[in-house]
């Protein structure tokens, strides 16, 4: 199946969210941890849900992912996922583990359920203890539903500095059944593969065992989550996990299932639109910046050249003033890491050329700062060194990111 045809198989939905694959309830309340918005939140399927998911590989890992770990490792199944904002619960020795373990067991106890039926994940300040009073009456508050107000409650628990909530929908049709699936996401500063600086959930109605749906996240990670930059620091508590609770009662999804691909476009497109709207939301940012590498013997070289394309602090200041100085794009693509020819590359903001095989080309200065005072921003790099192409994302630099993070606890 070519990818055309998959793409055409696969059908966005307005105002899609996390509850609208089949089997699954939210809910996301207020328990205090911050000073007036919703801070706990919860998924929940009563059809146990086949499990994959991707952590940050910063060094440092906060507790929540350990436990999560810890629950994925019994039989690769999960239940629901619990989550906190305001308090990262990252860097808190013995009582931080303790914390988490405790967050998973109240979750579980309240369905009933093994403690290893439940994921922990948590976002918010580093070094500080969990108020565990305060996340225990709101875990007690929580009364998951399957309604829009209850994706919007939980989408709101989960924000730390981001301006909006994020999520999407889409769905196909995979053995003549239809397949949904949704996703929520947060993430604002502290964004740089790999992972991104996030938190994000995947649902999907899908049957799938969790060795195939881990090989389908890992296929497109990669191209996805991992090619998001804000601001360059990797963060300590990053989680991307899907859920797949079978309810859509397709056959078995495998690699070599005759549609296998389809779903694998499925979660790429579901992913992409997450990634897309974390880095458009980036502390501070005015505008979402594509870059897109073509002409790569590698694959992984294209993406390596825009992921620091876009995240050169330069690049972005540059795309927040509306400057269309080229010369700090071609200065990122070569400390990049990667081998090309600079005498043949090509450079254009959307469609208008700036450099041309290595050489300047005059434009029109005007035209080219009128495009770039558009809230997205997408940038070409051509080369001529072979046929693969790598996509990035990111955002600009404004004052508001040092404001914001000059008094990030206050």
């Known amino acids: 199946m070519n990818t055309l045809q998959t793409v055409e198989e696969i059908k966005q939905i307005k105002d899609g969210n996390i509850l609208m694959p089949q089997g699954f309830k939210a809910a996301g309340v207020h328990a205090g941890l911050r000073y007036s918005k919703k801070d706990v939140g919860i998924i929940f399927t009563e059809n146990p849900a086949s499990a994959a998911a991707v952590y940050t590989q910063n060094l440092v890992q906060a507790a929540p992912i350990n436990v999560t770990k810890d629950s994925m490792a019994v039989s690769g199944k999960l239940q629901g996922i619990v989550v906190n904002s305001a308090c990262a619960n990252a860097c808190t020795g ?67 500095t981001d301006i909006v909530t994020k999520s999407c929908g889409y769905e196909t049709v995979i053995d003549g059944k239809i397949v949904k699936m949704g996703g929520a996401a947060k993430g604002s500063g502290m964004i740089h593969p790999n992972m991104a600086t996030m938190l994000g959930f995947i649902t999907t109605d899908a049957a799938i065992e969790p060795v195939d749906l881990h090989l389908a996240l890992s296929a497109i990670t990669n191209d996805t989550f991992n090619q998001i930059t804000v601001d360059g620091d990797c963060s300590t508590n990053d989680m991307v996990l899907v859920l797949a609770n079978g309810e859509a009662d397709n056959e078995p999804l495998t690699p070599t299932h005759s549609e296998w691909s389809v779903f694998l476009e499925l979660l790429k497109q579901t992913s992409e639109n997450l990634a897309k709207q974390i880095a458009k939301d980036g502390e501070g940012a005015t505008k979402l910046i ?18 620091t394309i876009v995240g050169s602090n330069l690049v972005k200041t540059a795309a927040f003033g509306a400057d269309a100085n080229w010369g700090r794009i071609i200065a990122a693509m070569g400390r990049s890491g990667v081998k090309f020819q600079p005498d043949q590359a090509t450079i254009m903001f959307c469609d208008i050329v700036v450099l041309n095989d290595g050489e300047p080309i005059r434009f029109s200065e005007e035209k080219a700062k009128a495009y770039l005072e558009n809230e997205s921003i997408i940038i070409h790099v051509y080369l001529k060194e072979g046929k693969e192409t790598g996509t990035a994302w990111g955002c600009d630099l404004t004052y508001d990111y040092v404001k914001i993070n000059g008094s990030y606890r206050s």
Request: glycine letters at 8%.
């Open 94 to 160: 013995e009582q931080g583990m303790k914390d988490a373990y405790e967050m998973r067991k109240l979750a579980a106890r309240k369905f009933g359920l093994k403690d290893h039926a439940f994921a922990v994940a948590s976002t918010g300040v580093i070094g500080e203890y969990m108020e565990m009073e305060k996340v225990k009456k709101g875990i007690e508050a929580l009364k998951p539903e399957n309604t829009r107000q209850a994706a919007e409650d939980f989408e709101a628990a989960i924000l730390t």
């Open 290 to 307: 594509e870059v897109n590498v073509h002409g790569m013997q590698l694959k992984e070289d294209a993406q390596m050249m825009a992921k």
